[in-house]
């Protein structure tokens, strides 16, 4: 998926928010939920992806991401229950994988497991994310993905 994208990530449902660009949106996504670049969303667990819109380019991509980041969290939650009233993890629909349907996705994004914290990593890929999903397992160095990449 390399296109310009705008991107809304959060920690759970109604949680922390996180506003990004990027040219490639599987790569990122992957990146920031398998924490491979040290930051704000490592640091809060952020890694569900919530929102995302695609651009021409990335110039208008920067421009709408510079202008939601000005935005007050109430504008955002609108914007993110618009389009995806559940807080789904929207890493399904941008790389095509079946979610893990063992817990439901409800006690995922709301935090509500039998422990009571939040499993930081429910939906960790196993498939490091290139432009097209490869058939077979790939390792993150066969990918060009290192720790302290970034968009």
């Known amino acids: 998926m390399r296109q310009p994208a705008v ?9 922390t928010l996180y506003v990004g660009v990027t040219s490639d949106l599987i790569k990122r996504v992957w990146q920031h939920k398998n ?3 040290e930051g704000f969303t490592d640091k809060y667990g952020i890694d569900l992806l919530v929102w995302f819109e695609q651009h021409e380019t990335m110039e208008s991509a920067i421009t709408r991401e510079k202008a939601i980041k000005k935005w007050n969290r109430a504008w955002k939650l609108a914007l993110i229950e618009k389009t995806n009233p559940d807080w789904a993890d929207l890493w399904f629909v941008i790389t095509g994988e079946m979610p893990d349907f063992r817990r439901p996705l409800d006690s ?5 497991d039998e422990s009571g914290i939040r499993d ?3 939906q960790t890929p196993v498939i490091p994310p290139t432009s097209v999903i490869p ?10 993905i290192q720790k ?3 968009a």
Not at 108 to 112: A, T, Y
Not at 136 to 144: K, L, M
């Open 7 to 15: 991107y809304l990530m959060a920690s759970q449902r109604n949680g």
């Open 35 to 37: 924490h491979v670049v």
């Open 108 to 112: 995922r994004l709301r935090g509500n």
């Open 120 to 122: 930081r990593h429910p």
């Open 135 to 144: 058939p077979t397992p790939v390792i993150p160095a066969q990918a060009g």
């Open 148 to 150: 302290g990449d970034d």
